[in-house]
């Protein structure tokens, strides 16, 4: 069965700390992909990154990190150094391979204070 | 370029009115999801759509809703007639196939 979880419904930090975002998944596929999206206050959803299960290596872009264990079955989202712009509800979502559909989590919602 | 583009942004309607939600997919993405978001049920697939044809419409919750592809620009979603459990955020999404989904701005629907 595939299943997402997001344990974390709320998190809040001050501006500057860092954060991590955890996300485990549930998957009997060898092949599948995970994405991560971000929902701000204004209600779009933003696509962040997408990995397939091949591809364990982390990923940084900028004040953001991914972190891809399979061992663990987890793929965590790490905010260096967070801004109240990063203020958004965070979905982590899983794909099998030879299906369209995405099993979203619950979402995490990140508050940051000035 | 342009995102996918949804319309109307907002939408208040009367009980038992029909209910039209439009949306343009990504120039030459050939996948496109019709989703619906409540703070209850989180975000649900209504229906996919490859190559302008219906593939999965198991999400539909009844045959109040419908939705169709007449091209590959542009899809319909249509609630007839609505109720006040329909009022949520539903979004539009396209894709290449097996790659990441992009979605619209959604269309915020409210039912009285």
């Known amino acids: 069965a595939q299943k997402v979880t997001q344990a974390q419904t709320e998190i809040s930090v001050v501006e500057k700390e860092d954060v991590t975002l955890d996300c485990v998944y549930e998957?009997?596929?060898?092949?599948?992909?995970l994405f991560w999206y971000k929902q701000p206050p204004s209600g779009e959803l933003v696509f962040l990154i997408r990995r397939n299960s091949f591809d364990e290596q982390n990923e940084i872009s900028g004040r953001y990190s991914w972190n891809f264990q399979k061992s663990t079955s987890s793929f965590n989202f790490t905010i260096t150094a967070s801004q109240v712009v990063d203020s958004a509800v965070y979905f982590c979502?899983?794909?099998?391979?030879?299906?369209?559909?995405?099993?979203f989590g619950t979402g995490t919602r990140l508050k940051v204070l000035a | 370029d342009a995102g996918v583009i949804q319309s109307p942004r907002h939408e208040v309607t009367e009980m038992g009115q029909e209910v039209t939600l439009r949306c343009k997919p990504i120039s030459g993405h050939n996948s496109l999801f019709w989703y619906r978001q409540t703070m209850m049920r989180g975000l649900e697939l209504l229906i996919y759509f490859n190559n302008n044809v219906p593939i999965d419409d198991s999400g539909m919750p009844e045959d109040r809703f419908s939705a169709k592809m007449p091209n590959a620009s542009f899809s319909t979603l249509k609630i007839q007639p609505s109720e006040p459990r329909d009022s949520a955020v539903y979004f539009c999404?396209?894709?290449?196939?097996?790659?990441?989904?992009?979605f619209g701005p959604g269309t915020r629907l409210t039912v009285t």
């Open positions: 979502a899983l794909s099998e391979e030879g299906t369209y559909k995405y099993i």
């Open positions: 999404a396209s894709s290449f196939p097996r790659y990441e989904q992009y």
């Open positions: 998957t009997r596929d060898t092949t599948y992909y």
